[in-house]
């Protein structure tokens, strides 16, 4: 099975990274994301689905706002990992000697689970893959500094209408399973929410040019390979354009 593979990239400052990722992120989440299934007692397959609660989040540091869904444990585990890359994104570039600016990628992957049968382990199946390649520069005055942010609004915009038409294609999705395996499928460790299973992974400059070859059956569904960058910019989140 060939797992789809989105690769988005952004020229920015260190101070953007969390809240550039974390747009691009929870954008992707909240249309990855049902509220808690309840299945009727002693039925596998009749269940009925929650809400899914959103929020408004507004940038501190560029002019943009997303919609998230409205878990404290999922924006918990999203900001762990997210703060993680930005920190050794940031400390790469105080340390970084090099005249070539320092860069990074940081990956959220969906996957499932293989039934485990003994004696095989139980079998992890990547099948969507969004990657965020990011630039990190200094900018030295104000002027600058406002022409940058106004480029990463722009591009933010578009790839949030991009991500919006792309969970609205016919593409492949798991099925809803029944009840015994739901956990196949659906991260069911929160208590207000249940996402597809996700996991948040990350590189440094150095070794984000090697996902390709350690992943050859993953592709882009127009036919790019997953180090092929989105050709797509962008400007401001309208919230129904992602609540349709």
């Given at each position: 099975m060939n797992a789809r593979s989105q690769t988005f990239e952004l020229t920015i400052e260190g101070h953007q990274i969390d809240e550039v990722v974390s747009s691009i992120f929870h954008t992707i989440l909240f249309h990855r994301s049902y509220g808690k299934f309840d299945y009727k007692q002693n039925e596998e397959n009749k269940y009925s689905?929650?809400?899914l609660g959103y929020n408004d989040v507004d940038c501190n540091f560029i002019d943009f706002t997303y919609v998230c869904c409205s878990s404290a444990d999922l924006n918990q585990t999203v900001r762990k990992?997210?703060?993680q890359f930005s920190n050794i994104l940031r400390n790469t570039q105080d340390s970084n000697v090099s005249p070539n600016p320092t860069?990074?990628?940081i990956s959220l992957e969906f996957f499932k689970k293989n039934k485990k049968h003994w004696p095989?382990?139980?079998i992890c199946i990547p099948w969507e893959l969004w990657n965020v390649r990011l630039e990190l520069i200094k900018l030295n005055n104000e002027q600058e500094r406002r022409l940058s942010c106004e480029k990463i609004v722009n591009v933010l915009t578009q790839q949030v209408?991009?991500?919006c038409d792309v969970?609205?294609?016919n593409d492949y999705v798991p099925n809803i399973p029944i009840k015994s395996e739901l956990d196949l499928i659906f991260d069911t460790s929160y208590r207000d929410i249940q996402p597809y299973l996700?996991?948040?992974h990350f590189l440094n400059s150095s070794q984000y040019n090697l996902v390709d070859e350690a992943c050859p059956g993953v592709s882009n569904p127009a036919g790019h390979t997953a180090s092929s960058s989105v050709a797509h910019f962008v400007k401001k989140t309208i919230k129904d354009t992602l609540l349709f």
């Open positions: 689905v929650g809400t990992h997210v703060n860069s990074g990628q095989f382990n139980e209408i991009y991500i969970m609205n294609r996700f996991k948040i």
